[in-house]
């Protein structure tokens, strides 16, 4: 049975985190009538912490944060509670998507669309950028 240590270094080289986490939690020994049983240790599961706490993220990077309005979703708050039929003659200087319930949708981001939430009565319920 390889140390918890070393299951963790194969476990990165193989698949990163995940993989050394499964790797020391799987440990598995043959146990009484062929059972597996678990193996892990104190050092493996600290160590488990360790990597996890410091993988996440690189001491001294900047973190980026996206606009809150760049797609003018806060100048439109207005429209909250209109009829989605306005919609249809007003005119943006950005890419619209209307979204009606049960509507499927992309799952594409794009910060610079302006999404109106309709809800079943037919009222924007809700105006985001994506």
């Known amino acids: 049975m390889q140390s918890p240590k070393r299951l963790i270094l194969a476990g990165l080289r193989q698949g990163g985190l995940s ?5 020391v939690r799987l440990g598995v020994e043959r146990g009484e009538g062929g059972r597996a049983m678990l193996r892990t240790s104190a050092a493996g599961v600290a160590m488990m912490v360790v990597l996890g706490v410091s993988g996440c993220v690189p001491a001294g990077a900047d973190v980026a944060v996206e606009p809150v309005n760049q797609c003018g979703a806060l100048d439109v708050q207005d429209l909250v509670g209109t009829p989605a039929r306005e919609l249809n003659t007003a005119q943006f200087n950005k890419p619209v998507r209307v979204i009606y319930p049960d509507m499927a949708v992309t799952m594409d981001y794009n910060p610079e669309r302006l999404n109106f939430d309709v809800d079943r009565a037919g009222l924007i319920a809700r105006v985001t950028c994506g």
């Open 19 to 23: 993989a050394a986490i499964g790797r």
